[in-house]
C-alpha cells in the first residue's frame, strides 16, 4: 500500500495559462475525490469519482475546471485559463465504496497563479 | 447543508498538559463525525471517527473524541500531549448520502510548548 499520489506536488503558472494535476490512489480503492484548500480553511469538496464515472459536482467547480479518471485509476483536474483566485492546495483522496470508508489523502498540490 | 464550526483557530498549550479541541456542527440530517491531523508539508490522516454506537470514539496517538447529538458537537480531547502533537486539526461531518463527500471545518492549530 503505497498511498496516494500527486504529481506535481508545486506548480507555480500565470494567469490565463493551463494546468494539470495528477492523483494516483490506492490502487483496490474505488472513490476518488478532489478538494481544494485555502490558506487558513478546510478543504473544501470539487468532485468524486466512482470508478471512471463522475457522479458529483460542487458549484465550486466552475466551467474552466474538468477532471476525469479514465479506466477507473489515475485522475486528472485541469484548469484552464488559471486566475489568481485559483492559487490554492488541490487535494485528493482516495476510498473503498462505503461512504463510511476512511477516506486516505495525498500530500497536495499548491497551485500558485501569478 | 451541513457546516461544521471549530471553535478555536489556535489552542497553545504546555507539553505534558491536557487539551480539547472544539467542534460543533450543524445538519438536519443524520451524519457522521471525523477528525483529521495535518502535519506541515503533509496530506490529511485520518484521527478517528463517529459512525454509530458508542458516543465515546478512541483514536489514533491517544486522542479521543465525544459525540454529543444535543449539542451537536464532537470536541477531540488528548490526556497528555506531546510536542509531536503540533499540528493542524480538522473536523469533518459527512451526512448519509452516496457521495461521502465531507464537510470540513476550518481547522485548529496547535502547538505543543516545552
Known amino acids: 500500500d503505497t498511498g496516494v499520489s500527486q504529481d506535481p506536488r508545486h506548480k507555480i503558472t500565470k494567469r490565463g495559462q493551463n494546468v494539470t494535476f495528477r492523483c494516483d490512489p490506492i490502487?483496490?480503492?474505488?472513490?476518488l475525490y478532489w478538494y481544494r484548500q485555502t490558506l487558513g480553511q478546510g478543504p473544501e469538496f470539487l468532485t468524486y469519482f466512482q470508478n471512471e464515472a463522475q457522479l458529483e459536482k460542487s458549484r465550486l467547480l466552475s466551467d474552466r475546471f474538468s477532471a476525469e479518471r479514465p479506466k477507473g485509476s489515475f485522475s486528472t483536474l485541469e484548469i484552464q485559463r488559471t486566475e489568481q483566485g485559483d492559487s490554492a492546495m488541490y487535494l485528493c483522496?482516495?476510498?473503498?465504496?462505503?461512504?463510511?470508508?476512511?477516506?486516505?489523502f495525498g500530500p497536495g498540490t499548491r497551485l500558485t497563479v501569478l | 447543508a451541513q457546516s461544521v464550526t471549530q471553535l478555536d483557530s489556535q489552542v497553545p498549550v504546555f507539553e505534558e498538559a491536557p487539551v480539547e479541541l472544539r467542534c460543533n456542527y450543524s445538519?438536519?440530517?443524520?451524519?457522521?463525525l471525523f477528525w483529521y491531523v495535518q502535519y506541515p508539508n503533509q496530506g490529511l490522516q485520518l484521527l478517528l471517527k463517529y459512525l454509530s454506537g458508542s458516543t465515546l470514539v478512541k483514536g489514533i496517538n491517544g486522542f479521543e473524541a465525544e459525540f454529543n447529538k444535543s449539542q451537536t458537537s464532537f470536541h477531540l480531547r488528548k490526556p497528555s500531549v506531546h510536542i509531536s502533537d503540533t499540528a493542524e486539526y480538522f473536523c469533518?461531518?459527512?451526512?448519509?448520502?452516496?457521495?461521502?463527500?465531507?464537510?470540513f471545518g476550518d481547522g485548529t492549530t496547535l502547538t505543543v510548548k516545552p
Open positions: 445538519s438536519s440530517v443524520s451524519v457522521y
Open positions: 483522496a482516495s476510498s473503498r465504496a462505503g461512504i463510511t470508508d476512511t477516506q486516505y
Open positions: 469533518a461531518v459527512t451526512i448519509n448520502t452516496n457521495a461521502g463527500k465531507s464537510t
Open positions: 490502487s483496490e480503492h474505488n472513490r
